[in-house]
């Protein structure tokens, strides 16, 4: 029998945690029948180790396994099951690297203004590790993601409860953003027509020229972009909405996304907290700027660094800050027990989880009271800040959607190669002076160019040909096979979508749409048509570029099913493998917080039990294994039964968790291979199991609950032990000695 691989990937907090309960009986279930299960480390921690091998020892040093799982991607034979990673923040890596340092390991500390050559050339290391470092390495293909028709319908029939109503004496809310000078307005795009080099060069008002990027290889007939931020007018458009929100008597919120976006979003953050804490910063600006703080960092970053000042000076500046709260508009809180801001961390507030709770949250955020009130939502650039004011406006009219009655909106986003649009990390710079950012090729012609004023933040992006092509007939195979209309998110007026659109339009007629409803809309246009169809039940396809592939996913996800944890997101790769995308981790810092406090993981693996379905029959046709085949249909039949059977993890201590719905699946799983009747051998193994689990059943519960209720050492959050982990995730005995004697 030919044996074929799916690789798992090991990555950070709850989900990782799982893992260690799922894989021993996803391992033990798949044995002699031709698949293998192989686990490749690609967290934080782990990419972190295999950047600085110079700096370790041999029995510390890891291989590069994301740069292995990246040219794996690209070949037919990968099947690959992606967890969430955490898409790293600044305050994430130093954390991170503080916890390897404390552990022996001699990373290194993450300049965040380097200065000298060495400090540089050092920053440019940690790169590779900063923000969506993964995403764009596997991502080889575009995204198919939706909810598995089973999840759908156990979501219709059990509707989750935490939609609240929108208040019937009207709502406030509103999303704020920039009129101009924004990223929106200041684009400009273009189709290249040959391959060929350029260099992004300033060329300042004074005659200086710096070269800020040496060298971006360009292919024929990709998009290519520039946009810039003008700073000015977002501190002014920041002081506008602080005034608004005192008017409205809302809070204040800022919706970015400073992880994946790690060069832009930290600064328009720090912009933000700059013009909030203004009076407080101002008072004590050379103070803080002797102890190194950072706007960009968040206010909890600049209060850290006051460790260093004497107790007077320290409580002085606290109180300063503090008194900012009386004269400002009330931030939104993450954590109102805590005081943990809006503006406290900017990898707190993720603009794809925190505005559909907004939605969800009856246009509402969480003030310092612990209360829900009406906010003014601040998503300075207009490229997507409209769609949500559109979700907003739908539900000031038409109230709450219902969970048990609306339909989905599923997305086929163009993501493969890299297709950046807004992740352009490496081609994101703050403009060093007044003047011109531009492009130049070697033949000294300029492509594009924008005018700059100093700290203005300019960016490049680039999407090729070949995967807008593929995106295309993907979003033509999902609206033919699911009979919904498929809806192209772009807006003319925005130079990027245009040169999309001109592609979009030229490749559809390489196909036969004879019937199907494909159109293309504004985001604003296609959120209203998207929305009016939910509320009859109806299902539309999103399909869209990378920005909103990554936000719609959570958006409807987390209003139809609570949480978009439960989607399915099937990537089939452009040489032929597939990597199968489990749901987003968000929420995963408060679970593993919770496991460490109370024994008690709410994790829900849904996501990767509907994964390695997808992943079995990829295994099956890669080398025509009709038992891998077979595996995929009983766990698709087990899925079924745990959802009707409501095993998934209680938020609560003491009632069921993580790791018992894991054993639920792992009985429903059994039962399912001895119940059919195409493989004998089969058959008779897992009746036995079945047998086992079911007999066993109470004691191995009883004993996965007298694991809960107190503390959990684990030896680390970003780089635990592995060890204790495993003692954590498998604390029943007789589950375990049947899962391996399996």
């Not at 099947?79 to 552990?103: C, F, G």
Request: glycine fraction near 6%; proline fraction near 4%; aromatic fraction near 6%.
């Amino acid at each position: 029998m030919a044996s074929t691989k799916i690789i798992w990937t090991k990555i950070d907090e709850a989900p990782a945690l799982a893992s260690y309960s799922l894989l021993p009986i996803v391992q033990a279930y798949v044995r002699g029948t031709g698949v293998e299960l192989e686990i490749h480390d690609i967290s934080l921690a782990g990419r972190l180790i295999a950047n600085f091998p110079d700096r370790l020892n041999e029995d510390q040093r890891t291989s590069d396994e994301l740069t292995w799982l990246g040219e794996l991607a690209k070949t037919p034979m990968a099947n690959i099951v992606k967890l969430p990673n955490i898409s790293a923040s600044i305050p994430q890596l130093q954390a991170a690297v503080k916890e390897l340092r404390d552990q022996g390991y001699d990373i290194p500390d993450y300049p965040e203004e380097p200065l000298t050559d060495a400090e540089r050339k050092l920053h440019a290391r940690f790169a590779k590790v900063l923000g969506s470092a993964v995403n764009p390495v596997l991502r080889e293909g575009n995204s198919d993601r939706r909810a598995a028709a089973s999840v759908k319908r156990f979501a219709q029939e059990h509707p989750h409860r935490m939609m609240k109503a929108w208040p019937e004496t009207g709502s406030r809310t509103r999303v704020a953003h920039m009129h101009e000078k924004d990223f929106f307005g200041s684009e400009t795009s273009a189709t290249t027509k040959e391959a060929g080099d350029v260099r992004i060069e300033f060329l300042g008002d004074d005659g200086t020229v710096l070269v800020l990027k040496e060298r971006v290889p360009l292919e024929a007939d990709e998009v290519i972009d520039t946009a810039v931020m003008n700073v000015e007018a977002l501190r002014a458009f920041f002081s506008r909405s602080i005034e608004e929100a005192t008017r409205q008597g809302a809070v204040l919120s800022l919706h970015l996304k400073a992880t994946m976006m790690k060069v832009s979003d930290p600064v328009m953050f720090g912009h933000c907290v700059a013009v909030y804490y203004e009076r407080a910063l101002a008072a004590h600006a050379d103070t803080l700027n002797q102890v190194g703080a950072n706007v960009n960092n968040g206010v909890a970053g600049i209060l850290e660094k006051l460790d260093k000042l004497d107790v007077g000076k320290r409580a002085e500046i606290e109180a300063a800050f503090e008194a900012v709260y009386s004269a400002r508009p009330p931030l939104a809180m993450v954590d109102s027990r805590k005081g943990v801001t809006n503006l406290h961390v900017p990898n707190n507030v993720i603009i794809d989880a925190s505005m559909p709770n907004v939605v969800r949250d009856g246009g509402r955020m969480w003030n310092s009271q612990d209360e829900l009130q009406d906010t003014i939502a601040m998503v300075p650039d207009r490229c997507y800040a409209t769609m949500y004011q559109a979700i907003i406006e739908d539900c000031q009219r038409h109230g709450q959607f219902d969970p048990s009655t609306m339909g989905s909106v599923s997305n086929v986003g163009l993501m493969a190669r890299k297709a950046e649009e807004y992740g352009s990390h490496d081609k994101t710079f703050m403009a060093p002076g007044a003047g011109v950012i531009r492009l130049v090729d070697t033949r000294g012609g300029i492509r594009l160019e924008q005018s700059v004023e100093t700290g203005d933040i300019f960016r490049m992006c680039q999407t090729k040909d070949e995967p807008i092509r593929d995106w295309v007939k993907l979003a033509v195979v999902r609206a033919r096979s699911s009979g919904s209309p498929a809806v192209f998110w772009l807006d003319g007026q925005r130079a990027h979508d245009a040169e999309i659109s001109t592609k979009v339009k030229t490749y559809l007629r390489e196909h036969d749409t004879t019937s199907l409803d494909i159109r293309i809309l504004k985001p604003v246009d296609a959120m209203r048509f998207s929305v009016e169809r939910i509320r009859r039940g109806k299902d539309t396809i999103a399909v869209t570029g990378n920005v909103l592939r990554d936000y719609l996913t959570d958006l409807f996800p987390i209003l139809e099913l609570g949480t978009s944890a439960r989607m399915l997101s099937i990537v089939p790769l452009l040489n032929g493998g597939g990597l199968f995308e489990t749901g987003a981790g968000g929420s995963a810092p408060k679970h593993v917080q919770q496991m460490l406090e109370e024994g008690h993981l709410r994790w829900d693996s849904l996501g990767e039990y509907c994964a390695l379905v997808p992943a079995l029959e990829l295994a099956a046709a890669q080398t025509s294994n009709v038992t891998a085949a077979l595996l995929a249909k009983t766990l698709d039949r087990a899925i079924g039964t745990y959802l009707e059977n409501a095993r998934y993890p209680s938020r609560r201590v003491n009632e069921i968790d993580n790791r018992g719905s894991t054993f639920y699946l792992a009985l429903y799983w059994a039962k399912a291979l001895a119940d059919q009747d195409e493989d004998v051998d089969l058959q008779a193994r897992f009746s036995q199991v079945a047998g086992q689990l079911e007999a066993n059943a109470t004691a191995i519960a009883g004993e996965l609950l007298a694991a809960q209720g107190q503390p959990v050492d684990i030896g680390g959050y970003y780089h635990p032990d592995n060890t204790l982990v495993e003692q954590a995730m498998r604390p029943s005995a007789t589950l375990n000695a049947i899962i391996d004697a399996v």
